[in-house]
C-alpha cells in the first residue's frame, strides 16, 4: 500500500506508486542540453520533479535520482564553432550557470549527475549489444537502430510508425533500412567533436545518451522516468525501444511522468521559436521564490502561461502570505522544527497536486492571521513548514517587502556599458561580457541582442520583459 498516486503516461491513468524495490528508489529526469543559459520553461521539470524527489525521500530510505547533463550535441558543436572555442568551454560554462540557477531557484541537487561524454565507453557498448541481438545495424559509419525490429515502438506516445514519421519529419537517407530508424551513432568529421568506435571516429546520438547513463547509474529497471511531454517522442519512444532491447525485453521505466509546456502568448517557449526568457536573467529581475512559485502555480501536467499578469498575481498571493508572517513576526516559531502539515503532503501525494497545496498554504495563512495568543506559534510553525516543503516562505519578511528595484536610470551609464560589452564580446571575453550584462540586470535593465547590435530597456522588478 502506497499513499503516493502518480500520472503514468505509460497507461494514461493515475495509478498508486509501488516501487520495485522499496529501498532503492529510482528516478531519471532528462538534463538540460547546455549550449546557453536555459529558459524558464526548461526549469519547470526539474522544480516540479526536484519536488518530487523531496517527496520520495520521506517515504522511501535509498531514493536515487539521477539528472543527466547533455554535453555533445550538434547545438553545442554549432555554438562552439560560432564562438571558435572548443565544445567543453560552452559546455562547462554554461553547466556551472544551470547548477547555479538551479541552487537559487531552490532546487535540490539529484543524487547523480551523469555527463553525455563521460559515458562514450558504455554508449558504444550499449550499440554493440543493439547490433549483436539484431535490434540495431551499421552503414556508413552510422549505426542505426532497427524499428521494425521492436513491435511496441509508439507504445509510450501511443503513435502509429506512420503517424510518427510524418510528425517527426524524420530525416530520409540512404544508409537507413527504414525512415523511421533513427540513429544511435554518428560519423564525425575532422572539426567536429569525436571518439574512436568499432564504426570509426563519430559521436552519440542523443537517445542513446540517457539510456546508457539511466542504465549505468540506476540499473536496467527503473522506477520513474520524467521530462518535459515535448520529450516524449522521439526522445523518450526510442530511450524506451533502445534500453527494453538491450536489456533482453525487460521493462526499462515503470512510471512515465510528463510536465507540460510553458508557454508565452499561447506559444510553447523554446529556444527554436525564439521567445525565450533566461532564467539566468529572471533571477536577476524577480526574488526566486516568486519564480518557483510560479512554476508550480499549474498542475505540472497542465499547460502553464508566463505573462506579466501572471507574475503580479503571484507577487499579490505571495505578499499576502508574507503579509501575515511580517505581522506575527513577534511569534517565535523554528522553521527548522516545523512539521510539515499532512494536509500538505496528502495534496502532494495525489500526482503533485501543487494548486491543491496553494489552497492548503492559503487557509493557514489565514489561519495564522485570526489565531487567538495561545495557537499563534502551532499556526505560524504550520504556515512555515508547509512552505518551507515547497521551497517557498523561507524569507525573512522585512527582507521580502524589500525586493523591489526603484532607482533612476543613468542612460550614459548604460550606453558605456553595452559598448564595454560588445567589445568584450568581440574578443570572446565572455567572463567580463555577462559581469556587465549581470550588473545592469541587476538594475532592471534588460539587453535585447539583435541584428543592430544590442539594445536594452528598463523591466520593472514585478513585471517581465516582453
Ligand atoms: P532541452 O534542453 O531542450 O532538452 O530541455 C530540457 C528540459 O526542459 C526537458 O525536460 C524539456 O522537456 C523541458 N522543456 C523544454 N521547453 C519547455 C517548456 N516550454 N515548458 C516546460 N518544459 C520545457
Ligand atoms: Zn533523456
Known amino acids: ?19 520495485e524495490d522499496p529501498r532503492r528508489v529510482t ?51 554549432a555554438a562552439a564553432i560560432a564562438a571558435g572555442v572548443p565544445i567543453d568551454r560552452i559546455t562547462d560554462r554554461f553547466a556551472a550557470a544551470f547548477f547555479e540557477d538551479m541552487a537559487a531557484l531552490g532546487v535540490d541537487p539529484p543524487d547523480v549527475t551523469p555527463h553525455a561524454t563521460q559515458h562514450i565507453r558504455e554508449i ?5 549489444r543493439l547490433i549483436a541481438s539484431g535490434h540495431a545495424y551499421a552503414a556508413d559509419g552510422h549505426v542505426l537502430f532497427d524499428v521494425a525490429s521492436y513491435p511496441n515502438y509508439g507504445e509510450l506516445s501511443g503513435r502509429s510508425v506512420d503517424e510518427m514519421i510524418a510528425g517527426a519529419r524524420v530525416e530520409v537517407a540512404p544508409y537507413k533500412k527504414n525512415p523511421a530508424d533513427f540513429v544511435l551513432w554518428k560519423p564525425s568529421t575532422p572539426e567536429l567533436p569525436g571518439w574512436d568506435s568499432p564504426w570509426g571516429r563519430g559521436r552519440p546520438g542523443w537517445h542513446i ?33 533502445q534500453s527494453t532491447c538491450a536489456h533482453g525485453g525487460k521493462v526499462f521505466a515503470r512510471w512515465w511522468l510528463h510536465n507540460g509546456m510553458l508557454t508565452f502568448a499561447g506559444k510553447k517557449m523554446s529556444k527554436s521559436l525564439g521567445n525565450t526568457l533566461e532564467l539566468h536573467t529572471l533571477l536577476q529581475q524577480h526574488p526566486p521564490e516568486l519564480l518557483r512559485y510560479m512554476l508550480m502555480k499549474a498542475h505540472y501536467r497542465q499547460p502553464l502561461d508566463w505573462s506579466d499578469e501572471s507574475i503580479a498575481q503571484a507577487r499579490a498571493t505571495l505578499d499576502g502570505w508574507y503579509g501575515v508572517l511580517r505581522d506575527i513576526a513577534d511569534v517565535d516559531a523554528n522553521v527548522d522544527d516545523a512539521a510539515i502539515p499532512a494536509e500538505i503532503i496528502a495534496a502532494l501525494e495525489d500526482d503533485l497536486n501543487t ?24 499556526a505560524k510553525q504550520a504556515l512555515l513548514g508547509a512552505g518551507k516543503f515547497l521551497g517557498l516562505l523561507q524569507l525573512d519578511p ?29 574578443r570572446k571575453d565572455f567572463a567580463t561580457s555577462d559581469r556587465i550584462r549581470d550588473e545592469l540586470a541587476a538594475k532592471g535593465i534588460v539587453i535585447e541582442d539583435g541584428a543592430q547590435g544590442a539594445r536594452w530597456k528598463v523591466v520593472k522588478a514585478d513585471e517581465c520583459p516582453a
Do not use: Q
Open 398 to 426: 522585512e527582507a521580502w517587502f524589500k525586493n523591489t528595484a526603484g532607482e533612476e536610470i543613468d542612460t550614459a551609464w548604460v550606453e558605456r556599458l553595452l559598448a564595454e560589452r560588445a567589445e568584450a564580446r568581440k
Open 124 to 128: 558504444i557498448a550499449m550499440c554493440e
Open 1 to 19: 500500500m502506497s499513499t503516493l498516486r502518480l500520472h503514468n503516461s505509460l497507461t494514461r491513468r493515475i495509478e498508486e506508486f509501488i516501487p
Open 355 to 378: 494548486p491543491e497545496a496553494f489552497v492548503v498554504i492559503a487557509r493557514l495563512a489565514a489561519a495564522a492571521r485570526r489565531a487567538a495568543a495561545e495557537e499563534r506559534k502551532a
Open 27 to 77: 528516478l531519471y529526469v532528462c538534463g538540460p542540453t547546455v549550449y546557453n543559459y536555459v529558459h524558464i520553461g526548461n526549469a519547470r521539470p526539474y522544480v516540479v520533479f526536484g519536488l518530487l524527489a523531496r517527496l520520495l525521500r520521506r517515504l522511501y530510505p535509498g531514493v536515487v535520482y539521477a539528472r543527466n547533463i547533455t554535453d555533445v550535441d550538434d547545438k553545442i558543436n
Open 209 to 241: 545518451e540517457c539510456s546508457a547513463m539511466s542504465e549505468a547509474h540506476l540499473g536496467e529497471t527503473i522506477d520513474i522516468h520524467a521530462g518535459g511531454n515535448d520529450l516524449m517522442f522521439p526522445h523518450h519512444e526510442n530511450e524506451v525501444a
